[in-house]
Nanobody
Framework: QVQLVESGGGLVQAGGSLRLSCVASGSIFSIRAMGWYRQAPGKQRELVALIASDGSTVYADSVKGRFTIPRDSAKNLVYLQMNSLKPEDTAVYYC???????????WGQGTQVTVSS
């Protein structure tokens, strides 16, 4: 089992920055990848950024050049650094870990990000 706790959401003006944090606990040795997803009202949950255990990353086209997904492996932390935020970035952001002897997804509880115009 892997437990994930997100923090760092809030309200920010367009053009501003926020940094989300996700700390993992439990069977962290089994984590293959961690990432951030978001879900806006009335929309499906979508991938924002993902980082694999080898450090390779994937970003949604909509956030390339604005968001990064740094990590602190020693502290079991993954961040989402969000710059040049836009109102369309408003959503609940979820941390996800792909982990386990039998691979499955683990999710955090989500944190709200609201970008005002």
């Amino acid at each position: 089992q892997v437990q994930l706790v997100e923090s760092g959401g809030g309200l920010v003006q367009a053009g501003g920055s926020l940094r989300l944090s996700c700390v993992a606990s439990g069977s962290i040795f089994s984590i293959r990848a961690m990432g951030w997803y978001r879900q806006a009202p009335g929309k499906q949950r979508e991938l924002v950024a993902l980082i694999a255990s080898d450090g390779s990353t994937v970003y949604a086209d909509s956030v390339k050049g604005r968001f990064t997904i740094p990590r602190d492996s020693a502290k079991n932390l993954v961040y989402l650094q969000m710059n040049s935020l836009k109102p369309e970035d408003t959503a609940v952001y979820y941390c996800k870990a792909v982990a386990g002897r039998i691979i499955r997804d683990y999710w955090g509880q989500g944190t709200q990000v609201t970008v005002s115009s």
